[in-house]
């Protein structure tokens, strides 16, 4: 059964995905969930440029928080994004050569 889902949605859902350090933080709490200082000293990065981006990935859905006494921890918010991430690897593993030499995709950091 194919659900109605606008093209519009869609394409802002696959926005969520759509930077590296997004991608570096659904990767970092694929298998357990960490605080924000837990993924900055992880990722080697910003907290400010973190935290935004835990932010749009918390508003697309893609990413939970759980309050634990003043802390956050954050996961992904269900199976299926996991399951998603894991099939964008195995994806990515056979056609990773023809990505890699694409001149038509625009990367944005």
């Known amino acids: 059964m194919l659900k109605n889902i606008d093209i519009d949605t869609k394409v802002k859902f696959l926005q969520g995905f759509a930077h590296k350090i997004r991608i570096q933080i659904l990767e970092s709490i ?22 935004q981006h835990i932010s749009c990935l918390k508003g697309c859905g893609l990413i939970v928080g759980r309050q634990e006494g003043k802390y956050i921890f954050y996961s992904l918010s269900n199976q299926k994004v996991r399951d998603l991430l894991t099939i964008f690897d195995d994806v990515l593993e056979e056609v990773q050569d023809d990505v890699a030499n694409c001149q038509n995709i625009i990367i944005k950091e």
Not at 33 to 48: A, M, P, R, Y
């Open 30 to 51: 694929k298998q357990q969930e960490k605080t924000v200082s837990e993924i900055v000293s992880e990722l080697d990065g910003n907290q400010s440029s973190i935290s």
